[in-house]
T-cell receptor, first 110, second 113 residues
Framework: RKEVEQDPGPFNVPEGATVAFNCTYS??????FFWYRQDCRKEPKLLMS???SGNEDGRFTAQLNRASQYISLLIRDSKLSDSATYLC???????????FGTGTRLQVFP | DVKVTQSSRYLVKRTGEKVFLECVQD?????MFWYRQDPGLGLRLIYF???????EKGDIPEGYSVSREKKERFSLILESASTNQTSMYLC????????????FGQGTRLTVV
């Protein structure tokens, strides 16, 4: 089983839609969680960290469910500029190794 | 402005050649990483270094080695390049503080012919 799993998509949604991505991780001792965004032919960049209490940044909301070992990302009021690949990232317990999911591709259309 | 710089954007090498990919960061980060990214497989960790001269294998270390002689520089070495090592290679760095961002270089597209 992969350490971090995501649905690869693509998710094709119209502008203004709400879309949600989930990601599961296998190591229950994992300590830190992130969502990164990667645009075509660019390097990944941090979108947001994911905290146990959940966190929100504008139209983006991230949630962590430790009991079920999954992380979610909700994007409200999608914009064309949200089109990208969203990468779920887990930091291994007791090391600083960052393990990436394969990414979920989002395409927002007019 | 924080920076992770990879020595080449595009590289073409022949099968059997020894290949060096260099990565330099200017943020005094302890951790440095080498990943390869392939369609459908995402980013896979090749090697990780948490300090000078310290390294750990990632998920796919076979065919690769690394060197970290100075804190700011992390080199990936392909001892004898093969066509299945054609890929996008990404270097990243981060601090040891929890929940902090990892910064990536722009990537090196390596083609082995």
């Amino acid at each position: 089983r992969k350490e971090v799993e995501q649905d690869p998509g693509p998710f094709n949604v119209p502008e203004g839609a709400t879309v949600a991505f989930n990601c599961t991780y296998s190591n229950s001792a994992s300590q830190s969680f992130f969502w990164y965004r990667q645009d075509c032919r660019k390097e990944p960049k941090l979108l947001m960290s994911v905290y146990s209490s959940g966190n929100e940044d504008g139209r983006f909301t991230a949630q962590l469910n430790r009991a079920s070992q999954y992380i979610s990302l909700l994007i409200r009021d999608s914009k064309l500029s949200d089109s990208a690949t969203y990468l779920c990232v887990v930091e291994s317990y007791n090391t600083d190794k960052l393990i990436f999911g394969t990414g979920t591709r989002l395409q927002v259309f007019p | 402005d924080v920076k992770v710089t990879q020595s080449s954007r595009y590289l073409v090498k022949r099968t059997g050649e020894k290949v060096f990919l260099e990565c330099v960061q200017d943020m005094d980060h302890e951790n440095m990483f080498w990943y390869r990214q392939d369609p459908g497989l995402g980013l896979r960790l090749i090697y990780f270094s948490y300090d000078v001269k310290m390294k750990e294998k990632g998920d796919i270390p076979e065919g690769y080695s690394v060197s970290r002689e100075k804190k700011e520089r992390f080199s990936l070495i392909l001892e004898s390049a093969s066509t299945n090592q054609t890929s996008m290679y990404l270097c990243a760095s981060s601090t040891t503080v929890m929940n902090t961002e990892a910064f990536f270089g722009q990537g090196t597209r390596l083609t082995v012919v």
